[in-house]
């Protein structure tokens, strides 16, 4: 059996960490087996859907490197599909009209409600052997109901919360077509899964609800469900179930933020998935070692400066060719146009850095004007300094232009003047980046440009 997942959001606002999880796990479920990812947006409210949102996905997704093998299919493109099975449904006595208004609904559920009993629709339209039914009234259009077994309990094996098992009687007859003829969700929902050959749905648990009706349409339609495992909520720094109202950021906001894709797949493969106690790994790690048995059965918790730490170490692990064309990018977007060296700042710096806009600020102290601090200079350019540094900047107009050789020059004026390397490091990192703390300063200055070191130690 070829393994088949899918992802199937709703474009009904941004795409938020949360959200995006439920598509991690999937992809790698399916790139971890040899089977295919399938992308389908299910945009049958309407009213809330747009076509927004659905970029917003599609460019979280292809970020990310979630690549899809099928899709995106629309539900509302596949309006024909859903009707002509219920067609076939009420064909076989699957569904039967129900013609009980909203008020009568409602009134029902105060009864219940009242009684201490579950809310529920009580079967008045459903018909059985030997049962009168109530007269139709004129000019309603009814909904169609779906009839859910009676007696018994429809039970799954569930990859994360092991087996669970609903009575029958705890649902009633599910809505699967409004009045107005459209089909609902639940109902939506397995069509696609059927047709489209889903053998594994990795979801969220706000669908366990949803999954014994699911499972109910699915076997009336003579078909096998499929494999379930339902993900524990991802939690927000306040411990609330993570969501736009309470301040997540959609996931494109990580990307100009500048972290790396394979940071952020790597953090948020670990808010409810783990490999043993590794904390940091490849993207090919993942899909090599991801299964469904080790899915976390509690809530995750997201926290920034983890995301952060995690982002570091693929800062780190990441070559410097590769961060010099991230930074290329941002510096552009800046007005900065950077050269050849580039990948050697991005080298020496990304020690440095949680992220790549961090980076960049660096690398943009080597392309343009550096307008030290004047605390900063008055604190570290003192008079009895700037003797040493008149000759440092003496010798390095001379001298040339390679790492070494400006080691041998600032040792040289540490040996003549008597001054210990901070004395004389911390005030020409001050002037020549604007900063005292640096990497090693002889590898600063030969990524520098020549003319502007001297100028700016001839200037302080």
């Not at 010099?324 to 020690?351: H, N, Q, S, T, Y």
Request: proline share 6%; charged share 30%.
């Amino acid at each position: 059996m070829t393994t088949r997942t899918r992802f199937a959001p709703s474009p009904t606002g941004f795409i938020h960490l949360g959200n995006i999880r439920s598509a991690l796990y999937p992809w790698a479920f399916a790139r971890a087996t040899g089977g295919a990812f399938i992308l389908r947006i299910e945009d049958t409210d309407v009213e809330r859907s747009s076509q927004e949102a659905v970029e917003v996905i599609l460019e979280g997704m292809k970020w990310l490197g979630l690549d899809h093998d099928e899709g995106p299919y629309f539900q509302m493109q596949r309006m024909d599909r859903y009707k002509q099975v219920l067609a076939e449904m009420k064909d076989k006595g699957l569904v039967y009209p129900c013609y009980m208004s909203v008020e009568e609904l409602d009134k029902l559920r105060e009864r219940q409600m009242a009684a201490k009993e579950k809310p529920r629709y009580d079967g008045t339209w459903r018909p059985e052997p030997g049962k009168q039914l109530p007269p139709v009234p004129e000019g309603v259009k009814p909904v169609l109901r779906f009839r859910n077994p009676i007696g018994g309990v429809v039970a799954w094996d569930d990859k994360v919360k092991g087996r669970i098992e609903i009575s029958n009687d705890e649902l009633d007859d599910l809505v699967i077509a409004r009045p107005d003829g459209t089909p609902t969700y639940n109902f939506c929902v397995v069509v696609d899964d059927i047709d489209m050959k889903i053998t594994h749905v990795i979801r969220g648990d706000d669908h366990v609800n949803n999954t014994p009706r699911q499972i109910n349409i699915f076997r009336a339609l003579g078909v096998e469900p499929p494999v379930y495992a339902h993900l524990p909520t991802v939690l927000n720094e306040q411990g609330e179930k993570m969501s736009k109202r309470q301040g997540a950021k959609a996931v494109t906001w990580y990307r100009d933020e500048g972290f790396l894709a394979d940071g952020v797949v790597n953090y948020l493969a670990r808010l409810g998935w783990s490999h043993g106690d590794d904390e940091i790994f490849t993207r090919e790690q993942f899909i090599q070692w991801f299964n469904l048995d080790h899915l976390g059965k509690s809530a995750a918790q997201y926290d920034e400066a983890k995301l952060r730490w995690v982002n570091a170490q693929h800062m780190k692990m990441t070559s410097d060719a590769q961060l010099a064309v991230f930074v290329e990018r941002e510096l552009k977007k800046r007005g900065v146009k950077p050269d050849a060296r580039l990948a050697g700042i991005c080298g020496l710096f990304k020690d440095r850095c949680d992220t790549l806009l961090v980076l960049a600020d660096w690398a943009q102290k080597f392309y343009g004007d550096v307008k030290p601090d004047a605390e900063e200079v008055a604190k570290h350019v003192t008079e009895p300094v700037k003797p040493a540094i008149s000759m440092l900047a003496r010798m390095l107009a001379e001298c040339p232009w390679t790492k070494e050789d400006i080691s041998a020059a600032i040792k040289e004026v540490l040996r003549a003047t008597g001054l210990k390397m901070p004395q004389l490091a911390m005030p020409v990192r001050v002037l020549v980046l604007g900063t005292a703390q640096t990497p090693s300063l002889d590898a600063v200055l030969a990524l520098s440009e020549r003319d502007a070191v001297v100028a700016r130690l001839k200037g302080g």
